[in-house]
């Protein structure tokens, strides 16, 4: 299993343009995060969603945008690029379910290798 | 509202000394599960470890451990025989179990330096 993926690695935008973050799990998970790190901060959710077509904020969502057509892929969209979003982005997976799904809750967030953002 | 302290910023020892990682956590809720995390230069977050809160057993890998106290609402880490490849910054993280409720909270981190 490759686990989590993210693409691009780096990216520089000027101010005001547009961008998708490309977020992919082969895990199976139904659980899938994106998380913003600034410089000496931990990370702050931005998105989540428990399941295809199913996606609600965390606490700082405004500036971004999310979907989840399939278990697999979760993008993160930036559509008016400002400095304030220059970070480093992670997306991450886990798997939740209860004792009706016959499966065992793990709760473990596993994390892709994150994209360095520069908005200039 | 969950809150995770990790008050040591950067620590600095000598290769092949012990050193703990402090980690305090704040939740209303009686079951939830505390994490730490490691964040190498590279940059990447390695999972560690997770424990759920009716677990307050010690746990040991190789040279890491980990000190759970439901009291003292703590969850501390420690490295023995500290090496070099230890070097990063560690991060604690609480997250609810019960319900729909989905949030990780993070602390700040711990960046940990060990010299030659």
């Known amino acids: 299993n490759a686990g989590v993926t993210q693409t691009p690695k780096f990216r520089i935008l000027k101010i005001g343009q547009s961008m998708t973050l490309q977020c992919t799990q082969d895990?199976?998970?139904?659980?899938m995060y994106w998380y913003r790190q600034d410089p000496g901060m931990g990370l702050k959710l931005i998105y989540y969603?428990?399941?295809?077509?199913?996606?609600d904020k965390g606490e700082v969502p405004n500036g971004y945008n999310v979907s989840r057509s399939t278990t697999e892929d979760f993008p993160l969209r930036l559509e008016l690029a400002a400095p304030s979003q220059t970070s480093v982005y992670f997306c991450?997976?886990?798997?939740?379910?209860?004792?009706?799904?016959?499966?065992?809750?793990?709760?473990?967030?596993?994390f892709g290798p994150g994209t360095r953002l520069t908005v200039l | 509202a969950q809150k995770v302290t990790q008050a040591q910023t950067e620590i600095s020892v000598v290769e092949k000394e012990d050193v703990t990682l402090d980690c305090v956590y704040e939740?209303?809720?009686?079951?939830?599960?505390l994490f730490w995390y490691k964040q190498p230069p590279s940059g990447e977050l390695v999972f560690l470890i997770r424990?759920?809160?009716?677990?307050?057993q010690n746990e040991i890998s190789g040279r890491y451990s980990w000190n759970f106290q439901k009291s003292t609402s703590s969850f501390n880490f420690t490295i023995t025989a500290s090496q070099v490849v230890d070097s990063a910054v560690y991060f604690c993280?609480?997250?609810?179990?019960?319900?729909?409720?989905?949030?990780?909270?993070f602390g700040k981190g711990t960046l940990l330096t060990v010299n030659p």
């Open positions: 991450a997976s886990s798997y939740r379910g209860g004792m009706a799904s016959g499966s065992i809750s793990t709760d473990t967030q596993y």
């Open positions: 895990m199976n998970h139904n659980y």
């Open positions: 969603s428990v399941g295809a077509g199913i996606t």
């Open positions: 939740t209303r809720d009686t079951t939830y599960y």
């Open positions: 424990r759920n809160s009716f677990d307050e």
């Open positions: 993280a609480l997250s609810e179990a019960r319900g729909s409720n989905y949030k990780l909270t």
